[in-house]
Each structure stands twice: as structure tokens, then as C-alpha cells.
């Protein structure tokens, strides 16, 4: 920036070339801050691509990813909510399990079979908002209250099916866990499941940048007591957030209920909670809450897929994927607060 | 007095790209207090960030201690080349002791332990000599706010610090506080140490300054020797033109004579407010003055519904009124400015449009839900063209303002509900000069308005400045009530008398 006196002293309030040029220096920071993640997530394609002899970037191939993407991104969403509140929701796998279940055998009676869907997605939300209740009206830490309902929900999901495999292969709207939406026939189609995932990325967009309640989410992360004081309810707001968790983990159980035609109350989501913080988490948005976006969590979860996906592709033997999946997760948020200390506020 | 102990030259620092500080240069002797003026955001304390090594400035600039050049790199060498700085926010651990604290970063240990026996020994007499009346083991939490600011000034003392730099020091102290920090200054002075002070009022820069620098939008305007020290001057400088009539008071000051807005009978929390009754009318502005500690941000917190109430009703426009959190309030119409801006106040991540919004976002919204952000955007413009808040737009999160402009943003967001009852609480704290008179005339237009206005302040001109009648606190009590009257205006001895509860028979 030239050193220009008569327009830095007015810097405030002017349209002065200084401040056109301060706000396009910003605005070009705000853009590399949003891409976030995308970066190494495009590296990552195109080293596997290589690796694996040109099998990664095949019609075929994407399609799976993103289809092994689906359910995770469906979960981060909801904990992206969560985690942009400062809280942490681990129950959504013992919550993805139990919907699974309520779902299935929902679907083995006759008559009442087209309601398993609503009723899967319903029983999420039931947890979820149990969840907020106890975290938002009892005042208990939502680690330790999403502690417990992991282990409660996941019995609970056991006991519906009397501790075995619900089986159900005339299940209704099958086509959502194996169909494809075709964009050009015999060229281009997407998985529903993805289809499913994209919609609920938007849709929470769309709360989270354009509603009030948005602002709000954001509001109670930053500062709590402020919040308070500003006059935003913020038993409502906890109160949401974790129902939209339950609500999306009820979601992605209906989603692998419709996949597999089956659930098993012990094995379904096991530690799939896991796998949706560290979505969240490598899409940028703060463990301690406000900051934080949705996109970044679909870039998350994607990285996640296309490393579980090109490791298998290249080869590597199952025991060394764990350990390269833990040390690229590592690197990268290492990469990412890199990036981020120019910029931090001090 | 020849060789100076601190010299700064051309000292510049940019925050993306935007120039907080243009080649400053300062220069300091030991044995003098310096004090350093300027608007908010004129990058007071940015340059003082720079001393301590929390900013590394831009290339180009030299600083010299004592005559040798160094280079300032992180808090570590602040410390290193002999400055300590009190911040504006005080930045101790709450959570551990005196002697902690005071160690903190430097643990005394004997063999890998911590020896807490000998730091506490080794506090003592620094407590001593400052006149501390707790002890070395206290928790900091439990301590007062002026309290607090001793334990930086030992902090600041034990490791011999040379040059000691404290940024607004008094905002959060009560008067007598306050009498007792500067006669520990004077006596750090006597003692050769050269003290920056930065400070908005102007009574302190008199009673305290042997020099003062002033700052403008990042650059230096000039410094003045103590017998050239006038208010005038000062605030010419700062500003840049002349700014008259500081106090505005239009409003017809005709006490009670607007029908009575808000009336809050029999207030009680069981602990620091007792039985407190007032009525503010409308067109109104009534002042809350008292100590520190007096219980006046307590009662605002009762009658806004920021903490339960063991007793009390209030009756809004005549209509008894049940509120039980800041949210009814607000819809109400009652709004609170609280004290604490940062811990209560602020959301330092979100943008400064956000947070001006805040609270009318669910009343703009359209469909009931969804963000009218023309609006937002529109009345956000406003605030900062009204309150000439300095930033570089309104998207910047508010967490990178300077401390004023905080603050005026935070008053933003209540005047943008255009409520019937305005309660605030030190609404100018650490607001500069020119910033304070825009303030106090938007408190003048709004009570014009027929706005009812309740003031807590403990900058007893101002309350004096803007109120028509003060109501003064005592221990949980009101005291009583101080009027302005046809021949004789409020006086700040009346209100002290209240306040401390000297001349008083019946206490
Ligand atoms: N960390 C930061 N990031 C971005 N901008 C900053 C940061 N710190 C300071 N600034 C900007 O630098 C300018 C100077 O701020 P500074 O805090 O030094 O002001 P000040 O003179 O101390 O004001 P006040 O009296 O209000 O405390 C302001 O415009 C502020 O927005
Ligand atoms: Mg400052």
C-alpha cells in the first residue's frame, strides 16, 4: 500500500482508494479463509489419481465416494450446528442406529410400511431433542449428557430389535440407499444418497447464513452470557441445535436402513461420531463455537471419503490406513491454523 | 532528564493492509509520567503493543531503550528490555493466587516443584510497599478490580521493570480507588520510573502528566510540556477542530414532569441490593451514582431480569409488568447497556453489522425468519456515520476495533430497538472526548424524545453534565436523592456525601 497520508485519515468513513484497497485485501483473505480446506482436498484427488493408475477420477469411482460420503456429511451438518454453539454431540451413531432400527421393523407391517421413513427421522429428533432439554433447561455439560445417551441410545437401539439383524429386503423407497438420479441418461447420474447429503447442506446454509436463528446459533457460540443479555433464548437455540442433530442422525439411519435393507442395533454407527467431528473440525470451525461454516464440513467429510477411498485404490494394507487417515487429519488442521495465525485476532 | 530512556522514530504497523500507525515517534525520560491522547482508534494502544512485543511492527521503524537499538520480539522481550504494560483489559488468571500471578511465566521451583512457600515470601514486601491489603495466597478472582490493578503493578515491579505503560487503568475503578493509584504513581515516578499513561479524562492527564503526546489516525500531532497542558489544546489536537459545549442538556429538565415510565418498587436480591425503589419519567435522565461495589449495576441486572429477584414489582407506563429475563425486557421495551462490554456485551468474532443488529434482527426479519439484510446493512451504515464509528467497514469482526469503538457499536445495537426505557451502564467508558459529546447528545435527543433515561456512571461530571435529578447508592441502598434546583445545581460533594455516607445521621 503506497504510503498515503490524506487518505488514511479519513480511512473510516471515505471511499478512499485506501479503503477500496483494504476492503478487496479482506475480502481476498475471507475467500481463502472460506476455501479452507479445498486445496487439500484437490491435492489429495490428484495424488490418488496418480497413485492408483488413473482409477480414481472414473465416473464410477466418484460415485462411490460421494455415495460413502453421504451419511458422514448428513451427521456433520447436524454437529456442525452443534459445534458452532460450543457444545459436542456424541451420540449421533447410537442415535443413527436406534432410528435404523425403529425404521425397519416400522417397515415389516403391512399397512403402515411407507411410514418408516418419517417414523426413522422422527426418532432421531425425539433423542435429539432430549439431548437439548437435559443440556439446555438442567444446565448439564453437553459432553458428559451426550456421553450418556451413546451408551443409553445404543442399548435402546438393541433392544428394538431384540438384539438381532432386522432384515427387511421389500423395504419402501429402496431407490434412496441404491438408486441414482439420472442428470443426462446413460451419461451422468448422482447417487440419491448424495443427492440427500447436498439438499442438507444447503438447507443448512440456508439457516445458517440467511435465518435469524442463524445469527443466533453463532451468537450463543461466541459469547454465551451475551446472548443472554441481548435477549436470544438460548434454551431455544441448544434446544435446536442438538434436535438437528438427532433429526439428521435419524436421517443418515434411514439413509443405511434403505442401503443395507437391514440394521443391526450393536454394529450400525459404531463410532460414526467420530468420523462427523472430524469432518467438522477440518472444515475449519472452531471446537470453542460461533465461528465456523457449512461448507467447510462438506469438504471435510469429502476429504474423509476420498482417503478412505484412494488408500484402498493404492493398496494400503488396512492397519497402515488408520494410521495415515490419523496423521493426515493431524496435518492438515496443523496446515489450516498455519494458514489462519496472519490473520488471528490477538 | 537528558538521556531519554525510551525513543521511538518512525515507528509504523498496518493490519491488512489498513495503516493503524504511520511513523510514529515517541520519546519518554525516566522520572516522568508521559501521558498518550488521541481519539478511539487513534492507535494508542497499538503502539504500546509494539513496546511489549504483543505486535511486531512494521519494518522500517526504530526503537532505542536507553540509547541502544533492540528489537522487541513477543511478551518475553517486553519484559526483557524492561517495560511492562497493564492492559486495558487486565489480564491476570482468576484462577490462581496473588503470588501466581505475579510469577507467572517465571515459577519459582526447587528441585521440578513448584516452591509456593517462597514465592509467596518472595511478593511480600512488593505488596508491602505498595500498600496491598490482601495477601500473597488470595485467589485473584476474589479480589476488586482496583485490587486487581495493584497485582499488575507488582507484577510490573518485580521484574524491575523500567518503563511501565498502563492503558486506561481507571475504567474500572471507583474514585477512591482511582486517589489511591495516583498517589502510588507519583511515588513509581519518584522512584525513576518512567510510566506511559493513556487516559480519555482529561482530570487525570492534569493531575498525573509532566508531558503529553497526542496521536491522530495513526500519527503522531505533537506533545505538550506540563505548563502547556489545557484542555483546549488537548482536544484541538485530538480532534482537529475545536469541540464546545461538552455537556449537552436541551431537554426541558423539568423532573417528573413527563408521566412516570418505569417504577421499580421494593428491588431485593438477597445479597448486594436491598430493597431499592426509583421511577424514572419520561423525558427523563436520571442518574445512578455511588462507589464501586455500591450496587448499582446489580439493581439495573434486577430490573432488566439478568439475575432473580428475592422481591420487587416494577410497573412499566403504569401497567405492573412481570420480567423475568433480558429478553422480556427488550420486548417490553427496556434495554441495558451493561458495563462489560466484552464479557457481556460483545460477540468479538461476529461482524460489527451483526452485532448492531442483534437485537432487532427477529423484528426485521422477513417471513418471520429469514434476514432482511438490506435492512441490516442500511442501519449498520447508520450507527457508524452517526457514531463516526472507525473501522474499515461494517463487515470487520467487532473484536478488532479499538476499545471505544467497541463500545460504541455496543450502544448501537440499543438504540437500535428505540426502546421506552434506556438503562446504561457507564456508557462512556473509554470513549474519547469527541466520541463522549456525541454520546451524551444522543442521551439529550432521546430524552427529548420522551425516552426515559437511567444513567450509572462513576464520572460524577458527567452524571452531573447530563442528569436532571441522581440517585445515589450506598451498600445496597438508595441513599437518596440529589435534585437540581431553580438557584442551585447538583454538586459532586452532595452526591459523595450520599455515596460514601458522610454528613449522613440516620445510616
Ligand atoms: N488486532 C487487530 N486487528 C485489526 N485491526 C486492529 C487490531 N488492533 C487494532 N486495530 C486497528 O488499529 C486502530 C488503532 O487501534 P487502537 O486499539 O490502537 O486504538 P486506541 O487509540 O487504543 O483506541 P481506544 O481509545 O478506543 O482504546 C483501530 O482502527 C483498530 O481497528
Ligand atoms: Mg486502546
Redesign the pocket.
Known sequence: MPDNGSTQAN??TANSPAVAEATKRQRIRLMIRAAGMLPVLLLLCIGFHYMSEGRFFTGQNLGIVLQQAAVNTVLAAGMTFVILTGGIDLSVGSILAASAMAGLTMSKLSELSALWLPVAVLTGLGFGVVNGALIALLRLPPFIVTLGSLTAVRGLARLLGADTTVFNPSIPYAFIGNGSLTLIPGVASIPWLSVIALLVILASWLVLRRTVLGVHIYAVGGNESAARLAGIKVWAVLIFVYGVSGLLAGLGGAMQAARLYAANGLQLGQSYELDAITAVILGGTSFVGGIGSIWGTLVGALIIAVLSNGLILTGVSDIWQYVIKGLVIIGAVALDRYRLQGSA?? | MNEPILEMRGVS?S??G?K??CAVDLTVYAGEIHALM????????????ILSGA?RPDPGGEIRIEGKPVRIEGPLGGRAAGISIIY?ELSLAPNLSVAENIYLGREMSRSGLLARGAMREGVGPILQRLGADFLPSTLVAHLSMGQRQLVEIARALHVRSKILIM??PTTALSAGESERLFTLIRQLRAEGLAIIY?S?RMDEVYALGDRVTV?RD?RLVGSLDKQDIRADAIVRMMVGRDVSSFYKKDHDPGAGKGHPVLTASDMSDGRRVKGCSLTVHAGEVVGLAGLIGAGRTELAHLIVGAAPKISGRLELEGQPIDIRTPGEALAAGIAYLTEDRKALGLFLDMSCLDNINLAVLGRDAKLGWFLDRDKARERADRAFAGLSI???NVS?PA?????????KVLLSRLLAIAPKVLILDEPTR???VGAKSEIYSIIDNLAKAGTAILVISSDLPEIIGICDRVLVMRSGHIAGEVRRTETAPLTQEDIMALATGTEHLDA
Do not use: P, W
Open positions: 480511512a473510516a485476532r490477538t | 504497523k493490519f491488512f489498513i493503524a500507525l488521541g481519539e478511539n482508534g487513534a492507535g494508542k494502544s497499538t503502539l504500546m503493543k505486535y486495558q492503558d486506561e493513556i480519555h496521536l495513526g472507525r473501522a474499515a470487520v473484536g478488532g476495533l479499538s476499545g471505544g469503538n467497541q463500545q473509554g470513549v474519547d
